[in-house]
């Protein structure tokens, strides 16, 4: 079962969308939804909808479905569509294996970001899981795939060390965005944050060092794994030195 670290808006800005990595990859998101101007898109584990609701403000025209598997997430996006008075998104609380569930067949882009790891072991799921997406997509239809990769080979030290790394770098972003003056009190809010962020940075390193409901591949896994089922991989570059990557696909 996966384990989401974030329950709220304020746990996820606290983790997630202060650091400079969850920014760069929204951005360069929002530039590739830009160029393939989709008509009808999918995003598959939207968390608390601010990428969704983004794209759906930038690109007027595209109709967007977001799932997610958390009701409660999944309440907060419903808020803020109507705070927002966004009209061209839908929130969907449910698994995003789910694949009949979804009008794949009309979505020109599907979009994944910081989701793709949340699919369980063994990798043969996270294969089967493509397989069936590539069956159920449109000719021509994208798929983006932004997340975390480990390094081939890695071993279980390895991956410690990595994510160790890139979570260190994350609470230092978490820092900095949320230091807003240089009063005592804007300080301590500051360290507050910062120390909440790393309370969910040894969580997050132990799921994914032990597999428990985080389940990370490498990129030539996917790589390698996308084109046997049949994708054209269009991109798959490293976002940062973190081993975030963009993957564009295409069938």
Do not use: C
Request: cysteine-free; aromatic content about 12%; hydrophobic content about 35%.
């Amino acid at each position: 079962m996966a384990k989401f670290l974030f329950e709220s808006d304020e746990e996820f800005k606290q983790y997630m969308s202060d650091t400079l990595a969850y920014v760069n990859m929204q951005n360069t998101v929002s530039k590739l939804v830009s160029f393939v101007k989709p008509q009808y898109m999918i995003e598959f584990g939207s968390g608390n909808g601010a990428t969704s609701l983004r794209l759906a403000k930038e690109n007027p025209k595209t109709s967007i479905v977001a799932v997610d598997l958390r009701e409660k997430m999944i309440g907060l996006s419903k808020e803020k569509l109507f705070q927002n008075r966004v009209s061209n998104v839908t929130f969907i609380n449910n698994d995003l294996t789910n694949l009949e569930n979804y009008n794949l067949g009309n979505a020109n882009l599907i979009l994944m970001m910081y989701s793709f790891k949340y699919i369980a072991d063994p990798d043969s799921k996270k294969e089967n899981f493509l397989k069936d997406l590539y069956s159920r997509m449109r000719e021509g239809a994208y798929l983006i795939i932004g997340d975390t990769f480990l390094e081939e080979g890695a071993t279980k030290e390895d991956v410690k060390r990595q994510l160790e790394d890139r979570y260190y770098n994350n609470s230092k972003d978490v820092f900095w965005n949320n230091l807003k003056g240089l009063s005592e009190e804007d300080v301590k809010y500051a360290f507050d944050v910062q120390t909440i962020n790393r309370m969910h940075t040894k969580d997050q390193v132990k799921f994914g060092v032990d597999r428990d409901g985080v389940y990370y591949v490498s990129r030539e896994w996917l790589k390698k794994t996308a084109k046997k089922v049949g994708f054209k991989v269009l991109l798959g570059e490293r976002l940062n030195s973190l081993s975030d990557t963009i993957f564009v696909l295409q069938k």
